[in-house]
């Protein structure tokens, strides 16, 4: 295992560029699986997650390049679609559960593990499973995932929750069903549009994708394409919001500024000046900062994967901020964590409301902080960054699962960050 090892109290300056978003590249994966021609895929983040699913691809017959952010697929030779053995290592990726929807769709059944992914809370996904019945596949549900079709066909689906991974997942599905299906309360996130774009230029025909209704008209079959992935919308605020909470002033390049509308809303309600312009957002932050009220809810609301860092600028805001979490019931726990070094939080016992209060300054000197989960990690990492003395962050390999480079692109911007192997130290 590795940790980090953070000397705070460093402001950050210059510019950061932003990669790939985690969350559409891993479904696009999915989606080139569904053809048997090659697909290049540029700005794919070389995170942990991407990895993992690489791995299972290739365990399963697909060929796989991948280089300076350039991944090819070549998935001609996929044969295998019975992935109960351990060995595939589902249960530690969340978004293995789209190959599911590539399984059905390409090869009409498939078997696969129930996902991993981070621990926070229960994320079933009995949306997928519901979708795919409506399209006329049979599901198994036990201790693996089965789903069978003699060919699926066209439906109407109404998501209870506008689930990303439902979304994401039946329009994989559906793109090589027979007829029409109709997508009701889709989720509406820019990852939607992205593996939706992809799809269609893969050959595929939807329309609607980015709104609640998306409509998915099967094609008999898919070619391979070219495609470049949009910027990552939670790595874009995640510096943004390091570059608040120290006091500095940064420019986030290669993003897109409309997606952040929700993060920079609340920037200006907590009085820190955000500039953009076509694809830069610059952050420019000093204190005092006004405490704010922030409820998580799906796009264009507060992402839930954001609001874990944002608590690092509650925490150094005047006055009383608070926190609920719509999305997921057990995403508090790490306000614990920053207690270690100086937070005035208190969970309610509805595990989903938080309140915090503002203190003039951390101390995170000799503390050692436990990594619960990505965004958690993300949100120890910047405390640590405005903290007194030197914080030692431990389970980082969370981290890695979704942001390319952390600390050299800190350290690049003037944080002192080093990363340790823990056997060693």
Known sequence: MESYLIEGGHKLSGEVSITGA????????????????VSTIENVPHIQDVYKFIEIIKRIGAKVQFNNNVLRIDPKGINQTDCSDQAYNFNKLRASYYLLGTFLGRFNGGKV??????????????????????????VDDNVMI????????????????????ATINLMIAASLA?????????????????????????????????????????????HGTEYSVIPDQ????????????????????????????????????????????????????KRPFKAVQVSTAPYPGFPTDLQQPLAVL???????????????ESRLGYLNELKKIGAKAKIYD????????????LNGDEVELITPDLRAGAA????????????????????????????????KLGAKVARLDDEVV
């Open 22 to 37: 985690k969350n559409a590249v891993l479904g696009i994966i999915a989606a080139a699986c569904l053809s048997d021609e």
């Open 113 to 138: 593990p129930r996902p991993g992914g981070c621990a926070i809370g229960d994320r079933k996904i009995n949306l997928h499973l519901d979708g795919f019945r409506q399209l006329g596949a049979k």
């Open 146 to 165: 089965t789903v069978k079709s003699s060919g699926l066909k066209g439906g109407d689906i109404l998501l209870e929750f506008p689930s990303v991974g």
């Open 178 to 222: 027979k007829g029409v299906t109709h997508i009701s309360n889709a989720a509406k996130e820019p990852h939607i549009v992205d593996v939706a774009n992809f799809l269609n230029r893969m050959g595929a025909k939807i329309r609607g994708a980015g709104t609640e209704d998306i409509t998915i008209t099967g094609v008999d079959k898919l």
């Open 234 to 285: 939670i790595e874009t605020g995640t510096y943004m919001i390091a570059a608040a909470a120290t006091e500095s002033d940064i420019v986030i390049k290669n993003t897109i500024p409309i997606h952040m509308k929700s993060l920079i809303d609340v920037f200006k309600q907590m009085g820190i000046p955000v500039e953009t312009n076509e694809d830069e957002i610059y952050v420019m932050a």
């Open 314 to 328: 509650m925490i150094l805001a005047d006055g009383q901020s608070r926190i609920k979490e719509n999305i997921f």
């Open 350 to 361: 509805d595990k989903k409301t938080a309140t915090i209060d503002g203190v003039n300054e």
């Open 380 to 411: 120890l990492v910047i405390a640590a960054l405005v903290s007194d003395g030197t914080t030692r962050i431990k389970d980082i390999h969370y981290i890695d699962r979704g942001y390319e480079d952390f600390e050299e692109k800190l350290n």
